[in-house]
Each structure stands twice: as structure tokens, then as C-alpha cells.
């Protein structure tokens, strides 16, 4: 059973820095990290596959940078300047085969 576990949420003042990290059980393929807003559909943030190729949501693409640790089984997701508009629930995904989620995070973002 692949775990993921996510690390690094909580309340910050916009225009501050947040980092998320997420741990896996295993080595993983692409991984990447999702949001979901009250009221909202799950959104992708930004991916990151195996070899370092990165995706980013047009909405957070000149603020947020994704990376990953291999040898440590890790994703991370550096957030600056952050807006209200982010505030969501963080999710880690990880492909092995099938999709692996993390239980999620909450990230809030003050005005």
C-alpha cells in the first residue's frame, strides 16, 4: 500500500511564503500537487514527473515552484506571495500504476 503524507499547511498573510512538502512509501512516477476550494471542483496546481519536467496551473505559474527529491521519496511545492485565491485544501498526488492521493492540507491565506 503506497502512503503519501503532506506536511507545511496552515494560515499566512497574503503576499507570504508557504512550503508544502509531501513524503510517498515508495518511488513514484510524476507527482504533483491539487487544490480544492469550498465550493469548488479539485484544480492541479503543478506536476512534476520522475525525470523533472514541470506543468503549472496559469494561475500560479510565476509564484508557486514544484520540485522533488527522488532519493527521498518527496515533492515539495514553494508558494510566494500568496492570495486569498489560494486558499484551498492542498492535496499530493503520486502514480504508481494508479493514481495515489494524500489526505490533504489546508492552506489559508488572510487579506
Known amino acids: 500500500q503506497v502512503r503519501l503524507v503532506e506536511s507545511g499547511g496552515g494560515l499566512v498573510q497574503a503576499g507570504g511564503s508557504l512550503r508544502l512538502s509531501c513524503a510517498a512509501s515508495?518511488?513514484?512516477?510524476?507527482m504533483g500537487w491539487y487544490r480544492q476550494a469550498p465550493g469548488k471542483q479539485r484544480e492541479l496546481v503543478a506536476t512534476?514527473?520522475?525525470?523533472?519536467?514541470?506543468n503549472y496551473a496559469d494561475s500560479v505559474r510565476a509564484r508557486f515552484t514544484i520540485s522533488r527529491d527522488n532519493a527521498k521519496n518527496t515533492v515539495y511545492l514553494q508558494m510566494n506571495n500568496l492570495k486569498p485565491e489560494d486558499t484551498a485544501v492542498y492535496y499530493c498526488?503520486?502514480?504508481?500504476?494508479?493514481?495515489?492521493w494524500g489526505q490533504g492540507t489546508q492552506i489559508t491565506v488572510s487579506s
Open positions: 515508495r518511488s513514484m512516477g510524476t
Open positions: 512534476v514527473t520522475s525525470g523533472g519536467t514541470t
Open positions: 498526488k503520486g502514480w504508481w500504476g494508479i493514481d495515489y
